[in-house]
């Protein structure tokens, strides 16, 4: 049953890929929600069957979910509660932009009846080496004065719509919105915490596909679990340095957004980035990787995050070497080579 609190808006979660229908699926639960899919047969299959079986097969979606391939149906629906409503942008990095641009349109003299905006992605924009927040408060526009934060965090898709357990991290400066966000997700399987780091939350989302990409491809070669020990700890250590660059607390990256989502990405057997790596390291090239039709942030992220790590002068050993062999033609056992060449060093 919907809640009843000062944060009893509708919901509306916008994008239908495997993600942003989970989460959807969580805030029925709670509150009254729209899933917006860009697709018309996915929006119908959603609303008359409550299945998504493009992306989550063998799913029952709950039964109160509505669906729409119309945004702005989905805009007027957030906006039309008794309380103001909230926007899950659940769409890969590369629609960000586009998304928040229509979005700064689409609800534009009515801010007001929503509490704020939430994105999921995970990431650095390739042109500009950006973080979602970055290109979000770009695309909004200034004149769109609206709460606006990060959700991420150590999750499945797949495993999080079949009800298993979940923690999360909602990052945002307003305490307004992280409380909406609460209200609309936390409950039963899900754990929802706060934080109002959302620079840290970001640069952990965003690292720690390409330290996956790393430990699959050290999987791959077969050097054991001694080196995914330490590419995970020194992956760490990599991704802190480069947050704390950008203005992040260190203590962010030990939490569910650093440590936990990086543990869970870089030996969990649904992790496309590993799934990428373990490829890439038993002898196949990315380009007849991504032809097969695999897809891996990782694997886009890190060439944005190296050149953005060079502007900062920040030393990036893991992030060079995966560059080195997904990009530049250096054998995966050439890459560890140079790594273990490297000056010792303290911890």
């Known amino acids: 049953m919907p809640a009843t609190n000062a944060h009893n808006g509708p919901v509306a979660v916008l994008g239908a890929g495997a993600w942003g229908t989970a989460l959807a699926n969580i805030a029925c639960n709670h509150r009254d929600t729209v899933l917006w899919a860009r ?4 929006a119908s299959e959603i609303q008359t069957k409550h299945t998504n079986r493009g992306y989550l097969p063998e799913v029952a979606l709950h039964a109160s ?6 945004l702005s149906a989905a805009l007027d629906y957030a906006c039309a509660g008794t309380s103001p409503g909230l926007l899950i942008l659940a769409v890969p990095l590369a629609g960000l932009r586009s998304l928040c641009e229509q979005l700064s349109e689409g609800l534009a003299h ?3 009846l929503i509490s704020g905006i939430i ?3 995970k990431g650095l924009e390739a042109s500009s080496g950006k973080l979602p927040s970055q290109i979000a408060q770009e695309a909004l526009g200034a004149d769109l004065n609206v709460p606006s934060g990060v ?5 499945f898709a797949r495993e999080v719509a079949q009800g298993l357990p979940v923690a999360l991290t909602v990052a945002s400066q307003s305490t307004a919105l992280r409380s909406s966000c609460i209200n609309a997700l936390h409950g039963g399987a899900v754990r929802v915490y706060t934080s109002d780091d959302v620079v840290g939350v970001e640069v952990g989302g965003a ?7 790393a430990c699959g491809i050290s999987d791959g070669l077969g050097l054991g679990t001694n080196a995914r020990a330490a590419l995970i700890t020194r992956g760490l250590a990599e991704m802190t340095r480069f947050g704390e660059a950008l203005g992040a607390r260190p203590a962010t990256f030990y939490g569910l957004t650093g ?3 990086l543990v869970l990405t870089a030996t969990g057997e649904l992790s496309r980035n590993r799934l990428v790596g373990l490829e890439v390291g038993r002898g196949r090239s990315l380009s007849d990787i991504l032809a097969g039709g695999l897809t891996a942030e990782g694997a886009r992220c890190a060439q944005a995050v ?3 790590a060079q502007s900062l002068k920040v030393d990036m050993p893991i992030t060079r070497a995966v560059c080195e062999v997904l990009f530049q033609g250096i054998s995966p056992i050439g890459a560890v080579t140079r790594l273990l060449a490297r000056e010792a060093t303290t911890e």
């Open 119 to 121: 994105w999921t992605c």
């Open 207 to 213: 690292l720690k596909n390409i330290m996956a990409i």
């Open 151 to 155: 959700l991420s965090g150590p999750s």
């Open 259 to 261: 440590l936990g989502d």
């Open 306 to 308: 190296l050149l953005r």
């Open 39 to 42: 697709n018309k047969e996915v």
């Open 65 to 70: 979910m509505r669906a729409t391939n119309a």
């Open 110 to 112: 009515r801010t007001d």
